[in-house]
């Protein structure tokens, strides 16, 4: 019989809590992954949690991991299938979570390439720019405080395990502007917006920069046109107005990365 039959168990209850509430998730200094393909990232790139919750059903895939993590010590429960769905974040569970500290991973010394996400709002852009900064070599996120949660199961999720890979650090800009000024080799600061600034095919990406991506609807606040250094835009023959801001921000990524692969 699995431990836990009861939606109304106090553990089952602080994941709920974990799952829906930032506030939650920031002051227990705990998030959850959901998923075995995520449970795998996490737990290869040394992330310990707190406790693995799992159902009979998982995979073979998954039972692998979570045998792998009783012999390591790691607090592992069974769920009954019922409390596993009704907790779930997606539409058809796994069978797995996973509850991680949230990680305090410091700011590589040599930082060089740098994504800033400004007043993004949406989940799912989010996390899609989080899995592109991993593809693209970006050493870390920054996020200001108007940024939607990068702990958000449907960031988490988007991001596809980018989480386990970057240095993420949430900091009002005047933080941000110490974080890539007060350097031996200072970042230079590159805001995209529509149509303004110079062409991004003009910008050199192999000098240190931070790229700062603007939300979705009303692009990026006052505090990073007043902290950057320059505008760029990237230019569009078909003469519309915008991109979408997670494709905006792989445009701008992977030229950096084309540039510094020459």
Request: proline content about 6%.
């Amino acid at each position: 019989m699995p431990d836990i039959t009861s939606i109304h168990n106090p553990r089952i209850q602080s994941i709920r809590e974990l799952l829906s509430k930032r506030a939650a998730r920031e002051e227990q200094g705990l998030f959850v992954v959901e998923g075995v393909r995520l449970a795998e990232e996490a737990l290869q790139h040394g992330a310990i949690p707190t406790t693995i919750i799992y159902a009979e059903s998982l995979s073979e895939r998954g039972q692998t991991l979570v045998q792998d993590a009783r012999t390591r010590g790691i607090s592992v429960v069974t769920i009954s299938e019922d409390v596993l769905q009704r907790i779930s974040e997606t539409e058809n569970s796994q069978g797995i979570l996973l509850v991680l500290p949230l990680p305090a991973s410091p700011l590589p010394a040599n930082l060089d390439f740098v994504l800033v996400l400004d007043q993004i709002r949406d989940p799912g852009n989010a996390g899609t720019m989080l899995r592109t900064a991993a593809a693209a070599g970006i050493q870390a996120v920054l996020s200001t405080p108007g940024t939607t949660d990068l702990f958000a199961p449907k960031v988490v999720r988007s991001g596809m395990g980018a989480h386990f890979r970057l240095g993420l650090k949430m900091c009002p800009w005047p933080e941000i502007h110490s974080i890539c000024k007060e350097r031996e080799n200072p970042l230079k600061i590159l805001l995209a917006e529509s149509g303004e600034g110079e062409s991004i095919w003009h910008q050199d990406m192999r000098q240190p920069v931070a790229v700062v991506i603007g939300g979705e609807a009303e692009g990026a606040g006052a505090d990073a046109r007043r902290y950057c250094d320059s505008l760029v835009r990237i230019p569009m023959p078909g003469q519309f107005e915008s991109l979408n801001a997670a494709v905006a921000a792989a445009i701008l990524l992977f030229e950096g990365v084309r540039q510094r692969s020459i």
